[in-house]
Structures are given as structure tokens and as C-alpha cells.
């Protein structure tokens, strides 16, 4: 991409992402967490970011004579380029990035306007290696980026912090506790 809006793409995304307004079961698999993302779209939009448009969930592209399914699908109005997002319910593993391409270059040829810039590609991992990434993405010249996903905060705070932040059972007592401290005096 030209500097500028390489400059542009690099501001429209971050590492990592937060989802603290999912519940997930403790498998974590892709599905479940794409299905609480666009249950909770608008939530999701705003960790984004400005500038995103949610197009699809599952957006088939016929790509000869198979189908294949990008996650999720957005366009950014700012960049004015597709934005797909694949997620991975476990580790960054570089093949992954083959299969982001794939979806890439289709939406280029299937869904965008002449006028669009290149699709972003945006692999969102539940873990990953810094090192690993970096090797993998050196070779790609398209768009593409590498973050991992949390879905509290409490993970991303350094040890020293989480480990003296009160737990959610805590929490709930000490709230459990206040009202009916509220209520003995109303």
C-alpha cells in the first residue's frame, strides 16, 4: 500500500483486541466466539474501531467451483477497502495466512468496486508467537495483519496488577453485601 494509507490501515487495527463483552464457554472455539461478536455487533464495532461497517458473518465466495467462507466481513468507510477478519479459537499457526490470501484476493475480484483499495486481511488468534508472525507476514506484500483476541482484560494487565485486582466473585459478594446494607437502612 502507498505510505498513506498503509499509515491509515496500520492505525485501523491493534493488537490486542478485547472482548470482554463475550461469554464464552471454556472451549473457546471459533464459532461460539464468532457468533458472540455478531450478537454483540455494535460492542464489537466500537473495540474496532471508527470507521468499520459490519457487510456479513459467513460471507460465501464461489471461488471456482468450490465455496469457502470468510468469518466476517466488513468494509471501512475511511480506508474504503473490504476487511476481512478470520478467527482462531487456539495458536497462530502461518498457514493460516494462505487461507486469509485466499479470502483476500477473492473479495478484491467478487465484491469490491474498482475504486476500492485492496482488501485488508486481519487473522485474529487466540495466541501467538511475535517472532512466528513476523517471519510469516515478511513475505506477503498485501495488507495483512496478525493480533490476538482476549476476552477479559484481567489477561492483558501484568501480573503484578491482576493478581491484586478482586475477583468477580469478590466483586458480587462485596455488591451482594452493600445491598443489603441499603436495604436494612431504607
Given at each position: 500500500m502507498p505510505p498513506s494509507g498503509s499509515d491509515l490501515a496500520q492505525q485501523a487495527t491493534k493488537d490486542p483486541y478485547i472482548f470482554d463483552f463475550v461469554a464464552m464457554t471454556g472451549r473457546r472455539d471459533e464459532r461460539e466466539l464468532e457468533t458472540q461478536l455478531v450478537d454483540h455487533v455494535r460492542k464489537f464495532l466500537l473495540?474496532?474501531?471508527?470507521?468499520?461497517?459490519?457487510?456479513?458473518?459467513?460471507?460465501?465466495?464461489?471461488?471456482?467451483?468450490?465455496?469457502?467462507?470468510?468469518?466476517?466481513l466488513f468494509y471501512h468507510l475511511k480506508l474504503r477497502a473490504y476487511i476481512v477478519i478470520e478467527l482462531k479459537g487456539g495458536k497462530f499457526d502461518p498457514g493460516h495466512l494462505g487461507q486469509l490470501g485466499m479470502y483476500m484476493a477473492a473479495v478484491d475480484d467478487l465484491l469490491a468496486h474498482p475504486d476500492d483499495k485492496p482488501t485488508i486481511g486481519l487473522l485474529l488468534c487466540k495466541s501467538k508467537d511475535s517472532v512466528i508472525a513476523e517471519y510469516a507476514l515478511r513475505g506477503y506484500s498485501t495488507p495483512i495483519g496478525v493480533a490476538e483476541w482476549r476476552t477479559e482484560i484481567v489477561e492483558s494487565l501484568p501480573e503484578e496488577f491482576a493478581s491484586s485486582l478482586p475477583s468477580i466473585e469478590e466483586l458480587e459478594a462485596e455488591l451482594i453485601e452493600r445491598q443489603a446494607g441499603e436495604s436494612d437502612h431504607g
Open positions: 473495540e474496532l474501531g471508527q470507521g468499520f461497517a459490519f457487510v456479513g458473518q459467513q460471507v460465501r465466495l464461489a471461488i471456482g467451483d468450490d465455496e469457502f467462507y470468510a468469518d466476517l
